[in-house]
């Protein structure tokens, strides 16, 4: 029943609510909620609107927050403001605000933000389940690090886990893939103990010159999950750890090499995709030397497999390149090509010029901004193949 792609192509939803554009971490902070304002108007320029339904989501509440996060934690969450926020409080240190790092600061809006990003997950989820799409897009989600009762790495609330909570209700397996340069470690420990989701992601690591890990340091090759054969979630993650400067034709192969063996032995009902493009060459966070297209031909072999879709946002720290990629990966949906010329009446088009000579245009050479060397060899990527499908192996079919 899976895999024949309709001639006419797939349904396509797309779930924004343009509220969280608004939203400010703080001026010096890595993550940008306008680079969604950039995304939407590339899409709505190439006139991508007219090959998907849209969808403006109301903000998820409380109640459904709570299908994953604690009440104490929700409260707190939403209670916090920069005006009453006292840093030396044991539980905002308990709850991962602020620190020393503040990855995760408390702004203005805070649990609107979180509201809205996670109510387009959820419309997204729905929207399979009525099987009024094939895919469902939310751009604006994809907050893999936070877990139930801890905010971490940019993330607060993770609509991820929601989404797939709702996803459950109806499929028996669903499959979370995870393209962000971050390992998935939020999704990861909220499914560590069932056999109903299986969680694969692709992600930077090791320890760098000043002895620091990578963030958040967890998903080397042997960490599948619980050892306890006792424990249903027992070898139903699978993590591929990757080095500096991975290239197009490298990441390619391994995705697909390791993705299909993932989808042919687990069989999902239901694909969630976290789609980060910090994985990008030339992200002021990332490690990778990826170029558009070749992050979009995952999305491509995801696609192909026909099963019923998520595709959702994540990491991103370049906003002209996360706007270009996402772009492109709405078109991959639909099944449309986009022409390298951006079109001349976007709002934003200052944002696309004059940069890594991709002024104007829409697939700029990334590994001309090339900041890391590639430290994977061809040897190294076999043998971790070779490893991914050995932990495959303790999966029960
Ligand atoms: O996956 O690496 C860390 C934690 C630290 C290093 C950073 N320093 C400042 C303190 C301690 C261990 N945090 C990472 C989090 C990355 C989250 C990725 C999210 C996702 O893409 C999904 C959305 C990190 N890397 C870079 C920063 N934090 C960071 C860089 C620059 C700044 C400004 C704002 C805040 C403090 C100065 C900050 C964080
Ligand atoms: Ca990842
Ligand atoms: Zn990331």
């Known amino acids: 029943e899976y895999g024949l792609e309709r001639p006419q192509g797939y ?23 306008w680079r969604l304002t950039l995304t939407k108007q590339l899409v ?25 996060h604690d009440r104490e934690y929700l409260s707190y969450l939403s209670e916090i403001t920069p005006q009453n926020a006292k840093p030396d409080d044991p539980q905002y240190i308990a709850y991962g605000f602020g620190g020393d790092s503040n990855d995760c600061p408390v ?28 895919i ?18 940019f993330c607060y609330v993770n609509d991820i886990v929601i989404a797939i909570q709702l996803l459950l209700t109806q499929h028996q397996r669903v499959l979370y893939i995870d393209i962000d340069v971050h390992h998935g470690d939020g999704v990861e420990q909220a499914f560590e103990s069932t056999d109903r989701v299986f969680t694969l992601s692709f ?31 027992k070898a139903h993650s699978l993590n591929i750890p990757i080095d500096d400067g991975i290239d197009d034709h490298q990441y390619k192969y391994l995705f697909k090499t390791v993705t299909s063996k993932v989808i042919e032995k687990y069989n999902p009902q239901a694909i969630v995709l976290q789609s980060g493009a910090d994985s990008l060459g030339g ?29 959702i946002g994540g990491g991103g720290y370049t906003p002209r390149n996360v706007a270009r990629t996402w772009c492109h990966e709405t078109a991959v949906c639909v099944g449309a090509t986009l ?40 040897a190294a990527l076999q043998k971790l193949i070779e490893k991914a499908m050995e932990n495959l192996r303790y999966m029960e079919g």
């Open 11 to 33: 349904s396509v939803s797309f779930h924004y609510n343009p509220h969280v554009e608004y939203h400010h971490f703080g001026s010096s902070h890595p993550m940008k909620p």
């Open 44 to 68: 709505l320029s190439y006139g991508l609107e007219y090959t998907m339904d849209l969808y403006e989501p109301r903000p998820a509440n409380f109640n459904e927050l709570n299908i994953f």
């Open 107 to 134: 702004f203005d809006g805070l649990w609107n933000y979180v509201s809205l990003y996670t109510g387009a997950s959820m419309s997204a989820a729905y929207n399979l389940l009525n099987k009024q799409s094939d």
């Open 136 to 153: 469902a897009i939310n751009w604006s989600g994809g907050l893999h690090h936070a877990k139930k009762n801890l905010a971490s790495g």
């Open 203 to 233: 992600h930077k690591y090791g320890i760098d010159r000043h002895g620091w890990p990578f963030f958040p340091g967890t998903g080397n090759i042997d960490e599948m999950g619980p050892k306890d054969p006792a424990n249903r979630g």
């Open 283 to 311: 992200d002021r966070l990332g490690r990778f030397n990826l170029n558009i297209k070749a992050h979009g031909s995952c999305i491509e072999t995801v696609k192909s497999f026909g099963r019923p879709l998520i595709l």
């Open 339 to 378: 022409h390298n010329d951006l079109p001349t009446h976007i709002p934003y088009l200052q944002a696309f010029q004059g940069d890594e000579n991709g002024g104007g245009i829409l697939y700029p050479d990334l590994h001309n901004t090339k900041r890391h060397d590639n430290l994977n060899t061809d």
